[in-house]
């Protein structure tokens, strides 16, 4: 079974921007499935697609985050990765990578998440 | 319309059947998924496609699709299935993918 896990700052300043990584474990990120993706949730809110990554390169990104969000990977260390940029308050969330080898947008697996609070 | 619309709470008497809903245009054209959440604990899809579950989703959990509308059904609801719940789906134009903003079931 496929296994994330996000890693990064919990804390970040105002402006600053957020980097994260997920890594794939228990088996190659070739295989885990060729979508992956980026949610997070406000604290005590629902849940927020960021923007998802295709095995190809091709990238999508939410329209509200579209300017400040970017997704890469790297399969050659079963990495996925966000950045998004001049963090505010509002960017403060629970921060999920997820990934699935069913149709693109059903995200099948799931990191534990990791918190990040943006403040100064 | 990108946007998917969920009843913020619903309950249900243990044992008892419980329908919960989301509307949106895309739900024309794509299935929805749906995702069981407990406190502190990552989503877990339960539903996804016309009506089909990942391994190890118990088959009280059941989902259909009419129009703009989905379902997702828990016939005999047990206790540890109380949690929110959101379904999602891929918008009218295929490239992004919008959530519901999640049911809070109550198992009464």
Redesign the interface.
């Known amino acids: 079974q496929v296994q994330l896990q996000e890693s990064g700052p919990g804390l970040v300043k105002p402006s600053e921007t957020l980097s994260l990584t997920c890594t794939v474990s228990d088996g190659s990120i070739s295989s885990s499935g060729d979508y992956w993706g980026w949610i997070r949730q406000p604290p005590g809110k629902g849940l927020e697609w960021i923007g998802s990554i295709y095995y190809s390169g091709r990238t999508f990104y939410n329209p509200s985050l579209k300017s400040r969000v970017s997704i890469s990977v790297d399969k050659s260390k079963n990495q996925f990765s966000l950045r998004l940029s001049a963090m505010t308050a509002a960017d403060t969330a629970e921060y999920f990578c997820a990934t699935t080898s069913l149709a693109p947008g059903y995200f099948q697996y799931w990191g534990p998440g990791t918190q990040v609070i943006v403040s100064s | 319309s990108s946007e998917l619309t969920q009843d913020p709470a619903v309950s249900v008497a243990l044992g008892q059947t419980v329908r919960i809903t989301c509307q949106g245009d895309s739900l024309k054209t794509?299935h929805a998924?749906w995702?069981q959440?407990k406190p502190g604990?990552?989503?877990?899809?339960v539903i996804?496609?016309e009506n089909d579950r990942?391994s190890g989703i118990p088959v009280r959990f059941s989902g259909s699709g009419l129009g703009n509308t989905a379902s997702l059904i828990i016939t005999g609801a047990q206790a540890e299935d109380e949690a929110d719940y959101?379904c999602?789906?891929?918008d009218s134009s295929g490239?992004?993918?919008?959530?519901?903003?999640?049911t809070k079931l109550t198992v009464l």
């Open positions: 794509y998924g995702y959440q604990q990552a989503p877990i899809l996804y496609g990942p959101y999602n789906s891929r490239d992004h993918v919008v959530f519901g903003g999640g």
